[in-house]
């Protein structure tokens, strides 16, 4: 390295070094403004059950007998978070501009619409768990609370490309270059993910449905695994449907024989940042991933919602201090006595013109019909 090429770097550098303390500053502006409105238990009266003494939900029957899941999670899930951060500054350093680092930053964008998908899924989150705001517009619409920690979403989608994507080199490597896998590899990538990805999810969400972090109040019979218990889980739909995420954001990623991504052609294609093919490339992928996350939302709405086919309520309901998410009646009419909350949005987006229905209460309450039920 020349003595030229030697002063041109520290010349950049320095010109860095602004930007990184406005970077720094500007975070720690912002992780104090978190931490300051951040709230834990059912505060708000949106949610709040007045009838409940005590703020805490304690599971009775917790896993392995251990009644401390949820802060184990949490500093699990934050310490998480710092690591991702800190694995992409160390990367970004080594590897400037790589496409999975794009991607995992294109990821994390889509915290923003947790909140609609956990309302599409009807999926309650403890209010134990620090959270939120619950008043505040967009996680209002969350049926109780909206946990910080989902800032590390990147680890619930990207993990299985890693496995899928060394399985389609595995395989590649001992067929010819005319078979289906070299043919079509971005068909073979996604039916891999599609494996790879329903295996992930169903042992991921089953596990935090099982500590405690939060419920799927409501599923549909069919395809779904523990109904009517505490731990009832969606498993044909929502580990399925979950793909519709996953496969796209594994695509964007798969590159050719020349090092390329689709997400660098398409932005080339459509002339995205011409002269900066890397910034071209990440608006392909927030596009990208933004869009199918909505298509999986709407899909789910569509199937679960709309259709009134998710009677299966979890019963008895597991967190005593917050009003029993119930929009479309379905608790009432299982016999759990309220208070009931019907959420935002259960007019017309849940196809209900009038809101939330009357029901006629069932004789006998569901903790009693439901033998074996595990109680939260």
Excluded at 300 to 315: D, E, F, L, M, Q
């Amino acid at each position: 390295m020349t003595t030229r090429q030697v002063d041109t770097r520290r010349t950049e550098r320095r010109s860095q070094k602004p930007w990184l303390i406005v970077a720094t500053i500007v975070g720690i502006v912002l992780l104090g403004l978190i931490v300051h409105n951040a709230r834990y238990g059912a505060v708000s009266p949106r949610i709040r059950n007045p009838n409940a003494t005590g703020g805490s939900n304690p599971l009775s029957d917790p896993l392995f007998g251990y009644q401390h899941w949820i802060v184990t999670v949490e500093i699990f899930s934050y310490l998480a978070l710092i690591g991702i951060v800190g694995l992409v500054v160390v990367l970004w350093r080594r590897y400037p501009k790589h496409p999975y680092l794009l991607m995992t930053l294109a990821i994390t964008t889509l915290a923003w619409l947790d909140p609609i998908m956990n309302w599409a899924t009807f999926a309650a989150y403890n209010p134990d768990l620090w959270h939120w705001p619950e008043d505040w517009p967009l996680v209002s619409v969350s049926p109780t609370i909206e946990p910080l920690f989902i800032a590390a979403i990147s680890m619930f989608v990207v993990p299985p490309f890693f496995p899928a994507i060394w399985a389609l080199r595995r395989v590649q490597a001992h067929r010819s270059p005319d078979t289906f896998v070299w043919r079509h590899p971005l068909v073979s990538l996604s039916g891999l993910v599609f494996v790879f990805g329903f295996v992930y999810d169903f042992a991921m969400e089953a596990l935090c449905v099982r500590l405690g972090l939060y419920t799927f109040t409501q599923v549909i019979p069919f395809g779904s695994i523990f109904t009517g218990t505490r731990w009832q889980f969606p498993l044909l739909w929502q580990s399925s449907l979950i793909n519709i995420l996953m496969i796209p954001a594994a695509v964007m990623i798969y590159r050719d024989d020349n090092g390329r991504t689709v997400a660098e052609k398409l932005a080339r294609r459509a002339g995205i940042f011409k002269h900066r093919p890397a910034l071209g490339s990440f608006a392909v992928m927030l596009v990208v991933v933004n869009l199918a996350f909505m298509i999986y939302g709407l899909t789910y709405t569509a199937i679960i919602r709309w259709s009134g086919a998710a009677t299966s309520v979890v019963c008895p309901w597991p967190w005593p201090s917050a009003k029993i998410y119930d929009p479309q009646g379905f608790y009432e009419r299982s016999g759990q006595p309220g208070p009931y909350s019907e959420g935002k949005w259960s007019t017309w987006m849940s196809a209900q013109p009038s809101g939330r229905p009357h029901v006629m209460a069932a004789q006998v309450a569901c903790q009693t019909r439901s033998s074996g039920a595990a109680v939260g």
